[in-house]
Structure formats: C-alpha cells, structure tokens
C-alpha cells in the first residue's frame, strides 16, 4: 500500500516556475515508478511525466518536454515535478501517481493516486 500527498499548486504569472512534490508512505515506494497527471476543468486526466524507479529513465508528454522535470528521492520517498516556463494552458489539477504496469501514459496502469494540487497560470 502506498498513500500519496502532493503539495506545492498554486497561482503564478505566465513564464515563471513551480515545484510539485508528493510524498508517499509505505516501504515499497521505491519500488514504483512514478508518475505525474494533470487534469484540467472539463477534460479528461492526461498524462505528464513519468520517472522509473531509480530514476534513471524519465518521459514526458509532448506539450511539457523542455519545460517540466520530474525527479525523485527514495530516500524521502517523494516525487517532485518542477516546472518552468508556466503558460496558462498548464493550469490543472496535478496528480502524483504510483504505475503497475503496461502503459505509462494511461491513467488504468496506475495503482495509487493522491488527492491532487492546483495549479493555476494566468495570463
């Protein structure tokens, strides 16, 4: 079981940064790969980015690479995601997330989600 809480979503000016993290519980976090969505008002959960377990290997979704980076700390057991280069159409609910199996970008592959922080970018 892992339990996952993010933090860090706020307002922001288009162009300037934030940083996400999650935190999780339970010993086996270092064991998933971890991933973060994003859901905005209106549409459906999209896929972010993704870091492997030991973190050497990390994708990310078209309209982020560049500007977003996901890390990660076993020892913390927490995820972070920083972003830069804010524009408004990243504003969202952004979702850490625990991935199982198959592919990473379906919301389906992944076993444990937070409650999600908001991210707002204006203009």
């Known amino acids: 079981q892992v339990q996952l809480v993010e933090s860090g979503g706020g307002l922001v000016q288009a162009g300037g940064s934030l940083r996400l993290s999650c935190a999780a519980s339970?010993?086996?976090?270092?064991?998933?790969?971890m991933g973060w969505f994003r859901q905005a008002p209106g549409k459906e959960r999209e896929f972010v980015a993704l870091?492997?377990?030991?973190?050497?290997?990390?994708y990310y979704a078209d309209s982020v690479k560049g500007r977003f980076t996901i890390s990660r700390d076993n020892a913390k057991n927490t995820v972070y995601l920083q972003m830069n280069s804010l524009k408004p159409e990243d504003t969202a609910d952004y979702y850490c997330?625990?991935?199982?199996?198959?592919?990473?970008?379906?919301?389906?592959?992944?076993?444990?989600w937070g409650q999600g922080t908001q991210v707002t970018v204006s203009s």
């Open positions: 997330a625990a991935h199982r199996a198959g592919d990473y970008a379906r919301a389906s592959s992944y076993d444990y």
């Open positions: 339970g010993r086996t976090f270092s064991s998933y790969a």
């Open positions: 870091i492997s377990w030991a973190g050497g290997s990390t």
